[in-house]
């Protein structure tokens, strides 16, 4: 940190900071549950065109297991698509919010600095 910044505007820069983090971390968030959703997407689709006789196995850690019932795989697959997007609509919000804090706290300091600048500049 800059030595001329009063100790108020350095803890701002580091909030600020935590700030950019926070917003970082959301947007990594959003965008592997976006693969995520995309992924399920082309399961789906790829389920939909497959007959009825065809085997269809499910993969759980190491293992590949046959699923008996093609319709619960795809109820299962569907209900993850949709908390997913749930989730996401959850994460915009908490990054505007955050994108919001974020824009406040620079015009802040922006006007502290400035203040602080055009004291230092009468007192010399």
Avoid: F, W
């Amino acid at each position: 940190m800059e030595p001329n910044l009063s100790q108020y505007i350095q803890n701002q820069l580091k909030q600020a900071q935590q700030l950019e983090t926070q917003i970082e971390q959301v947007a990594t968030q959003k965008y592997q549950l976006d693969l995520r959703i995309k992924e399920i997407d082309k399961t789906l689709k790829e389920l939909q065109s497959i007959g009825t006789d065809t085997p269809v196995y499910k993969s759980v850690g190491n293992i590949l297991y046959r699923v008996e019932d093609k319709q619960k795989l795809v109820d299962d697959l569907s209900e993850q698509k949709e908390l997913s997007e749930i989730r996401i609509k959850t994460l915009e919000k908490q990054q505007k919010a955050l994108e919001d804090k974020y824009k406040e706290l620079e015009t802040l300091i922006q006007q502290r600095y400035q203040e602080e600048t055009q004291k230092r500049g009468t007192s010399q």
